[in-house]
C-alpha cells in the first residue's frame, strides 16, 4: 500500500479552477518532487494535504486512512509535516524551544504539572531536551541551541525548519522550495542532509523545488504540474527529458 | 547536553532573583512600618501597589506572551471584585474567621473571573490584532455599566434580584440591599493586609513564570510568533489561546478581589474599573517590557509610587505616562530607535573589551 | 409615536456626528492600516480651539471653525510625522498602544490647559429649529446642519477618492502599498493626507458634537471617537458608505436604547452590537475579506 494517495483532488477559489484533477501517489520512502513554473499550483497542494485549505473535490489517504478535509492539527497528528516556503519559524523563541514546540503532542504532561512543577515535569523536560538535542545535531545546530532564532542565519533557519517538522515524528515530510535563497554550497550540503533524513529516519519526502540541480540529485520521482494540472509524471530523468515539459518551463 | 543544564538554570535563577526583590521589598517595607518611618499616605498606598503588580504580572501574560492586546483587563478584575465583595458581605456573619472567610473570597472571586475569562475569550480571540483589542475594550466596558444597574439584597426569603432600583427588590422589614447599582457594595470587611497582597504577588508570579517555562508557555509563545506554523506542528491555538487568556483573567480577578478588601465601599467607575485602568496597566507592561515579567512588577511599582512621592508632579502624572509609552514605543520599534540601541550595546562593547 | 420620531431624529443627528467620525477613522484605517486610537481625542480638541476663540476670544463663530479645522488638520499630520511614522514596519501592538500613548497625550495637556470642570460649550449653529406637526415636533438647527454637513461631506469624500489624483492615490495605497511605492505613488504624503483630511473631519465633529451635547471636558472625545470606530467596524472598516451607515445606525440604536431599553446601558447596547457584528460578520456591512497567505 502506497504511504500517500491522492486522487481527483482539486480546489476552487471563487470562479478560479486553481487545482484541478491532481493524482499522486508516493509509496514509502521515496524521495519525489512536485515542480512546475511560478503559479502552477504547488504550494495549493502543499496547503490542501496539510489542510490549511480543503479540497473542493477528491481525497487524500494517507497510510490507509482517510484525512481529506481534516484540520491542519489534526493531519499533522496522522503524520504529515511541513516547512514554508517564506520561512515561519518561532521567530521570538529559541532554537531548541522551535524543536521542543515540535515535540509538543509527543511528550504531553499537563498545564498543572507545569505550574506546579511536579516530578513529571522534570522529568518529561529532560526527556524533551535530550531529544531536541539529537536532532538539532543532525543538522549542526546543536551548537546554537540557546540562540534566538531569528538570529540563525539564513541557511541554518531553514534546516532549523526541518528539523522541527520532524520532531513531530512524521511519516511524511512536506518541504517547500528548501533550497529557496541558498548558494550553490549551501544547496549541496542541504542535498545531503534531505538523504541523510530520508535514510536515517526512513522519512518519506515530497519536495517542491526551482533549483533542477537539487531535482535531478536527489529526487527519484517527480510530477510537473502546470496550470494547476499534471503535465508529466514519473521517474526523474525521463520527466526532465519529456518535450512537454522543457516547453512548459521555457515558454513556448 | 551542558548547554542545556546551564540555560535550564538561567532561568531558575532569574525567576528567584524576581522572587527574592518581591521578599526583600517586602521585609524593608515592614521594617520601615515597625519603626513608623512610613507616612499614613504611603501605608495606604502599600494594598493597590500589590494589586497593580497583580494585573500588571497578569496583563503581562496576554500582551507578551499570548501576544494578544487586550483592554478590558479592568472588567475582569470588577468581576473578581464584586463577586468577591458580595460573598463576604453575605458571609460576614457566617464565617467570622476572616482569614478563612478572605481565603474562599479570593478563590470565588479568582474563579469567577476565570470564567469570565473563558466566556468572552471564545467568542474574542477568534478576532486578531485591533479588533481583539476593542473588542476586550467594549466587553470590559459592558461588564463596569452592567454592574451599575444591579440591585441585589437579601432577605428572609432569600435573594431578590433587579435593574431598577432598591424600592423594586421588594425587601420584607429588615431586609439587606448588598448590590445598590451606581452606590455598589457598601460595608465589605477590610481583609485585605499587605501581607497578603505580597503572597498574592509571589503566588501570581509563581503561576505565570512556570506557565511561560513549560510546555504550555511555549505553545503560547509559539502561536503568538507563528499561529500558522504552530498549526503545522499540532498545536492547538484555540487551546492555548484561551488557556493563557483566562489564567490572565483569573489572577486580574484576584487582584480585583484585593481591592474589593482594602475598601468600605466599591463602586464600579470609570476610574477604577473603566479602560483608562486596562490602559493604565498596560503602561506599565510596555514600560516593563513586554514579555518582561520581573519588568512589569518593577514598573507597576515605580509607576504607582514615584507620583504619590512627588507630589508636586501629580497633575503631569498621565501626561509624563503618555510622553514615556510614545518614547518608549519609538526607541523600542522604530528602525531610528534601535540603530541607537544598537550603537549603545556596541558602546558597552567596546568599553568591556577594553577593560580586559 | 411622535416620542419614536423625535428620538429617531436626535438617533439620525447623533450618528450623522459619528459618521463624520468614522469617516476619518476609516480612511485612516484603510490607507495607513492602524487603529488611530487619538482620533477622539482631536475631536476634543477641535471642540476646544472653538471654545477658545468663540466663546474665549469672541471672534466670529465661523472663523472659529476655519481655525478649529487648521489647527487639528495640522496636528493629526504632527502625529502622524512624530508619533506613528517612525512605527510604519513596526507590530500593530507597538503601533496601537503608541496611539494610546498619543490619545493620553492630547487628553492631559487638554487637562493641563483648561482643567478638569466641565466647560459650557456654546452653539455655533444660528439656525432656528423646525416646528413641525403643530409643535409635538421639534428639530433643532444643530441636528439640520449636522446631517446636513455629514452627507455634504460623504458625498465629497467619495467624489475625492474618485476623480481626484490624491483620492486614487490613496485608493492604491490602501489597496497595496508596496505597489503603489512602485508605481510611483508618494505614500508617505498620501498618508500624511490622510491624516490631514481626518483630522480636518474630526475637527467638524466636534464642533457639531459640542453644539448639540454643549459639555465639554478633556474626556469629551474618548467614548464619542471608540464608538465611531464602533460604527467604522459596523459599516465595514475602510468602507466611506459603510461609515456612513454605521454611524447613522449605531447613533439610532444608542439613542433608541437610551430611551427605551435604559439610559446606564446605552453604551453597553453600543458595544454588544459591536461584538455581534465583529462575531457575526467580521467584515462589516459592506468590508471586505481579507485573507492571510500561507
Known amino acids: ?252 | 547536553m551542558k548547554t542545556k543544564t546551564r540555560s535550564l538554570s538561567k532561568t531558575t535563577r532569574s525567576n528567584l532573583i524576581t522572587y527574592g526583590m518581591v521578599v526583600a521589598a517586602y521585609i524593608i517595607v515592614e521594617i520601615f512600618l515597625r519603626a513608623g518611618m512610613v507616612s499614613s499616605l504611603l501605608e495606604g498606598l502599600l494594598v493597590p501597589l500589590c494589586m497593580y503588580v497583580i494585573l500588571a504580572v497578569s496583563l503581562n501574560l496576554t500582551v507578551g506572551i499570548s501576544g494578544e492586546l487586550s483592554l478590558g483587563h479592568a472588567g475582569f478584575m470588577c468581576v473578581g471584585a464584586f463577586t468577591s465583595a458580595f460573598f463576604s458581605r453575605c458571609m460576614e456573619t457566617a464565617i467570622p474567621v476572616s482569614g478563612i472567610r478572605f481565603f474562599l473570597a479570593i478563590l470565588i472571586g479568582t474563579v469567577c473571573a476565570a470564567l469570565f475569562g473563558i466566556l468572552i475569550g471564545i467568542p474574542v480571540l477568534r478576532l486578531k490584532g485591533d479588533y481583539l483589542a476593542i473588542v476586550t475594550l467594549a466587553f470590559g466596558e459592558i461588564i463596569k455599566n452592567v454592574v451599575n444597574v444591579v440591585y441585589l439584597g437579601r432577605d428572609s426569603r432569600g435573594f431578590h434580584v433587579s435593574t431598577k432600583d432598591s424600592i423594586s427588590l421588594g425587601l420584607e422589614q429588615g431586609g439587606d440591599v448588598i448590590i445598590k447599582g451606581p452606590q455598589g457594595i457598601t460595608g465589605t470587611p477590610n481583609d485585605s493586609t499587605f501581607l497578603i497582597g505580597v503572597i498574592l504577588i509571589l503566588v501570581t508570579l509563581f503561576i505565570v513564570m512556570n506557565l511561560i517555562n513549560s510546555r504550555t508557555g511555549r505553545a503560547v509563545m509559539a502561536i503568538r510568533d507563528n499561529r500558522i506554523a504552530a498549526e503545522s506542528v499540532g498545536i492547538n491555538v484555540t487551546k492555548y489561546k484561551l488557556l493563557a487568556f483566562s489564567v490572565s483573567a483569573a489572577l486580574a480577578g484576584t487582584a480585583g478581589v484585593l481591592y474589593a478588601h482594602n475598601l468600605s465601599t466599591l463602586q464600579a467607575q470609570p476610574k477604577n474599573f473603566g479602560y483608562n485602568m486596562s490602559i493604565t496597566i498596560l503602561v506599565f507592561v510596555v514600560l516593563g517590557g513586554i514579555g518582561n515579567i520581573r519588568g512589569s512588577v518593577i514598573a507597576a511599582v515605580v509607576l504607582t509610587l514615584l507620583p504619590e512621592l512627588l507630589r508636586s508632579l501629580n497633575d503631569y502624572r498621565m501626561l509624563i505616562y503618555a510622553v514615556i509609552l510614545i518614547a518608549t514605543m519609538i526607541f523600542t520599534s522604530s528602525p531610528g530607535g534601535q540603530e541607537i540601541q544598537e550603537r549603545i550595546k556596541l558602546f558597552f562593547k567596546h568599553r568591556k573589551t577594553k577593560e580586559a | 409615536m411622535i416620542g419614536f420620531i423625535s428620538y429617531l431624529v436626535n438617533g439620525i443627528s447623533l450618528g450623522s456626528v459619528y459618521a463624520i467620525i468614522a469617516l476619518g477613522y476609516t480612511m485612516v484605517y484603510g490607507i495607513a492600516k492602524m487603529l488611530n486610537f487619538a482620533h477622539g481625542d482631536v475631536i476634543m480638541i477641535g471642540a476646544f480651539v472653538v471654545f477658545s476663540t468663540v466663546s474665549g476670544a469672541g471672534l466670529p463663530p465661523v472663523v472659529g471653525v476655519l481655525i478649529s479645522v487648521v489647527a487639528c488638520t495640522l496636528l493629526g499630520m504632527a502625529i502622524e510625522r512624530i508619533a506613528y511614522k517612525p512605527l510604519r514596519k513596526a507590530s500593530k501592538l507597538a503601533v496601537l498602544i503608541t496611539a494610546i500613548g498619543v490619545s493620553y497625550f492630547l487628553q492631559n495637556v487638554a487637562l493641563l490647559i483648561y482643567g478638569a470642570n466641565t466647560k459650557s460649550f456654546t452653539s455655533v449653529v444660528a439656525i432656528e429649529p423646525i416646528s413641525l406637526m403643530d409643535g409635538s415636533l421639534v428639530i433643532s438647527g444643530e441636528t439640520i446642519v449636522t446631517v446636513i454637513a455629514c452627507i455634504i461631506i460623504m458625498i465629497g469624500l467619495m467624489t475625492f477618492m474618485k476623480y481626484s489624483k490624491s483620492g486614487r492615490a490613496m485608493l492604491a495605497v490602501s489597496e497595496d502599498s508596496g505597489a503603489a511605492q512602485l508605481m510611483g505613488v508618494n505614500v508617505n504624503s498620501t498618508i500624511a493626507l490622510t491624516f490631514a483630511i481626518g483630522s480636518a473631519l474630526a475637527a467638524i465633529a466636534g464642533v457639531l458634537l459640542c453644539s448639540s451635547y454643549p459639555s465639554l471636558t478633556p474626556y469629551t472625545g474618548s467614548m464619542p471617537g471608540i464608538k465611531a470606530f464602533v460604527a467604522a467596524v459596523f459599516g465595514g472598516i475602510g468602507s466611506i458608505p459603510g461609515a456612513f451607515i454605521g454611524g447613522i445606525l449605531l447613533g439610532v440604536i444608542e439613542i433608541l436604547g437610551k430611551a427605551y431599553i435604559s439610559s446606564q446601558l446605552a453604551d453597553a447596547i453600543v458595544f454588544a452590537v459591536l461584538i455581534i457584528v465583529l462575531l457575526v460578520k467580521p467584515t462589516g456591512l459592506l468590508g471586505r475579506q481579507i485573507q492571510e497567505k500561507v
Open chain 1, 1 to 252: 500500500m502506497a504511504l500517500l494517495e491522492v486522487k481527483n483532488l482539486g480546489i476552487s477559489f471563487g470562479g478560479l479552477r486553481a487545482v484541478d484533477d491532481f493524482n499522486l501517489t508516493i509509496e514509502q520512502g521515496e524521495l519525489y518532487g512536485l515542480i512546475g513554473p511560478n503559479g502552477a499550483g504547488k504550494t495549493t497542494i502543499f496547503n490542501l494535504l496539510t489542510g490549511v485549505y480543503k479540497p473542493t473535490d477528491g481525497y487524500i489517504m494517507l497510510d490507509g486512512e482517510n484525512i481529506t478535509g481534516k484540520k491542519t492539527i489534526e493531519i499533522n497528528r496522522h503524520g504529515i509535516a511541513r516547512t514554508f516556503q517564506n520561512i515561519r519559524l518561532f521567530s521570538e523563541l529559541s532554537v531548541l524551544d522551535n524543536v521542543k514546540v515540535g515535540l509538543h503532542n509527543h511528550h504531553p504532561y499537563s498545564t498543572l504539572t507545569g505550574i506546579l512543577r511536579l516530578p513529571k515535569y522534570y522529568k518529561v523536560e529532560k526527556e524533551m531536551n535530550e531529544r531536541a538535542m539529537e536532532l538539532l545535531k543532525v543538522f549542526g545546530l546543536d551548537q546554537e541551541a540557546d540562540y534566538k532564532a531569528s538570529n540563525l542565519p539564513y541557511g541554518q533557519q531553514r534546516k532549523l525548519e526541518i528539523a522541527r517538522a520532524l520532531a513531530t515524528d512524521p511519516k511524511l515530510l512536506l518541504l517547500d522550495e528548501p533550497a529557496a535563497g541558498m548558494n550553490p554550497n549551501e544547496t549541496q550540503e542541504l542535498m545531503k542532509t534531505i538523504r541523510f533524513v530520508r535514510d536515517e529516519f526512513h522519512m518519506t519526502i515530497l519536495l517542491i523545488e526551482h533549483d533542477m540541480k537539487l531535482v535531478s540529485g536527489i529526487c527519484e520521482r517527480l510530477t510537473v504540474l502546470n496550470f494547476g494540472q499534471i503535465l508529466a509524471e514519473g521517474e526523474t530523468a525521463a520527466v526532465l527529458n519529456d518535450p512537454k515539459v522543457i516547453a512548459a518551463y521555457l515558454g513556448e
